[in-house]
């Protein structure tokens, strides 16, 4: 059963910084292709980032330039490093996977697994 574990939000405050990860375990496949997407309260979710298997990666507006993402295959895990964090950045933060690894995937759509989300406030 493959499962999908976010930690490291906290609170904290404008221009702080967090470091977001989400443990994969259960997954089969070596590489994955993952994604980080956020929903603020009574907001859309929106998509933040993306990693494929071979570490290309992207970013919305959203994250473009304040954010980075990485994984370590080996481990299976997925990092957000957020920098200079504005509190328009609070919401819920979820990591998502999927075992086409040759996709870098941008839609949420296109994921299989979800995580549970971890919750980022980030105060004026």
């Known amino acids: 059963q493959v499962q999908l574990v976010e930690s490291g939000g906290g609170s904290v405050q404008s221009g702080g910084s967090l470091r977001l990860s989400c443990a994969v375990s259960?997954?089969?496949?070596?590489?994955?292709?993952m994604g980080w997407f956020r929903q603020a309260a009574g907001k859309e979710r929106e998509g933040v980032a993306a990693i494929d298997g071979y570490e290309t990666t992207t970013y919305t507006d959203s994250g473009n330039g304040r954010f980075t993402v990485s994984q370590d295959n080996a481990k299976k895990v997925l990092y957000l490093q957020m920098n200079s964090l504005k509190p328009e950045d609070t919401a819920m933060y979820y990591c998502?996977?999927?075992?086409?690894?040759?996709?870098?995937?941008?839609?949420?759509?296109?994921?299989?697994?979800w995580g549970q989300g971890t919750q980022v406030t980030v105060s004026s």
């Open positions: 998502a996977a999927d075992s086409r690894w040759w996709f870098l995937l941008r839609d949420g759509e296109e994921y299989t697994y």
């Open positions: 259960g997954f089969t496949p070596s590489r994955v292709s």
